[in-house]
């Protein structure tokens, strides 16, 4: 775990040194609103294939939109990402995207190299989730359950392609039929809140790498006091390739270890051509 922090750091850095960061802004002062929603496309079809395979399509819908305030001494962003996926065949249907994030962040500019700022974010799945073991389709969770509330508090550094931040954290875990997320096997009790302090850390960054090529990337890091050799991470990648103002390729990379989940690594890749339109 240790060597996959590292890794994920030296990446993060390689991306600081060479997007040359500007202290540029992209908001203008007062509200400035924005969003986009997008659908991406993945299907393959058979017909007398004698080498075998099986008919499928897979889908992942999202939508990004955010209200961002700025005055000379401070900026809120308010925004809300909803995903959700799946993947069709013959056979069976499987859900792989499932998430709704809702984050306040608010920065205080003193006009230091970093700033204060203060976060609230909500994290949840949308609709019920599934684990496959062999033909078997046993739920694993629901919406709010777990349900995941988070306030940072600390310093940031922002500027026009990459921000970083890091602060002292609480996390909030809210269960109601799905407890193994909240519930401490030290006690004999079913716990279905569970209280977390620890430091939070989140990188963002957004590169154009050519006139119709853009990566966006985010790495968000969590770890408790208690266990500090124990980090959450949640690493979403994105390249996006622009055909035209609405069809666009997308290759998605994410990558999640998260131990009251799984003692396993998660990783999801997909290259799908997709249909994207800005609201405002």
């Known amino acids: 775990m240790k060597k996959l ?21 992209l908001f203008k002062m007062g509200w400035s609103p924005k969003g986009v929603v997008s659908i991406n496309l993945s299907q393959i079809a058979f017909d007398n294939w004698i080498q075998g ?3 499928s399509l897979s889908f992942l819908s999202l939508l990004k939109g955010g209200a961002y305030y700025r005055t000379k001494t401070w900026f809120i962003a308010n925004r809300l990402k ?20 809702l984050e306040n962040l608010f920065i205080r500019d003193l006009r230091w190299k970093v700033s204060p700022y203060f976060n609230n ?4 799945g949308i609709v019920n989730g599934y684990e496959f073991v062999g033909d078997n389709k046993n739920q694993i969770s629901a919406f709010f359950d ?12 922002a500027r026009k392609v990459f921000t ?49 090529i853009v990566y966006t990337g985010r790495l968000k890091l969590f770890s408790r006091f208690n266990s500090l050799d124990v980090w959450d991470v949640n690493w979403e990648n994105i390249i996006t390739a622009k055909v035209n103002d ?35």
Do not use: H
């Open 53 to 55: 395979g099986e008919n």
């Open 164 to 212: 970083t931040r890091l602060g002292v954290a609480l996390q909030e875990t809210f269960t109601n039929k799905f407890y193994k997320y909240s519930d401490d096997d030290k006690t004999s009790e079913i716990e279905k809140f569970k209280l977390d302090t620890g430091i939070e850390s989140v990188s963002e960054a957004a590169y154009e790498i050519m006139k119709n």
């Open 121 to 124: 974010e909500v994290r949840t």
């Open 246 to 280: 609405y069809i666009n390729v997308n290759f998605t990379y994410d990558l999640i270890y998260q131990k009251d989940q799984t003692y396993r690594t998660q990783t999801k890749e997909a290259l799908q051509v997709g249909f994207s339109y800005v609201i405002f």
């Open 5 to 25: 922090i590292t890794l994920i750091t030296f990446i993060l850095v390689f991306q600081y040194l060479y997007a040359q960061p500007t202290t540029d802004t």
């Open 146 to 157: 777990p349900g995941y509330i988070m306030q940072s508090l600390g310093f940031i550094y």
């Open 82 to 101: 909803v995903s959700y996926g799946g993947s069709s065949t013959s056979s069976k249907y499987i859900t792989t995207d499932n998430e709704l994030r």
